[in-house]
């Protein structure tokens, strides 16, 4: 095995240490490899997608980077046949794409969304 280092914010540091309590994980390190090898399976399994999809991407993120998502869900109108807004508690908000496309392009648009570094949550639903 061999140790890392990695910065985390102290919201981040709590909700690790609230699963490793709750769900009994024996340190940090072990929720962490957790969240990793089930970031890896989704990321094997969306590779494997092919051909003609339809498919729900679910997204929460802060009011602060509505700009990106605009920016982002621009580039895919293509494949993007409805798009639902709702504000939740706090400056939360929760978008909800409804995809008919290319596999490789809700592949791409998807990425861009986990890797912009601004989105809470990130997740593909096939339908």
Avoid: P, W
């Avoid at 540091?13 to 072990?30: A, T, Y």
């Avoid at 090898?37 to 929460?60: C, H």
């Avoid at 908000?93 to 998807?110: P, S, W, Y």
């Amino acid at each position: 095995m061999r140790i890392i280092s990695i910065s985390l914010t102290e919201e981040l540091l709590e909700e690790i240490d609230g699963l490793q309590k709750e769900l009994g994980f024996s340190g940090r390190s072990e929720v962490i490899r957790a969240g990793a090898r089930m970031l890896l399976a989704d990321n094997k399994e969306k590779e494997k997608l092919e051909g003609r999809l339809n498919s729900v991407l679910l997204l929460i993120h802060t009011q602060k980077v509505e700009d990106t998502v605009t920016e982002i869900k621009h580039e895919f109108g293509d494949i993007i046949s409805t798009q639902i807004h709702n504000h939740l508690r706090g400056d939360k908000c929760l978008e909800v794409f409804i995809l008919d496309g290319d596999a490789a392009r809700i592949k791409h648009l998807v990425r861009l969304f986990q890797t912009s570094g601004k989105m809470d949550y990130v997740k593909l639903v096939m339908a």
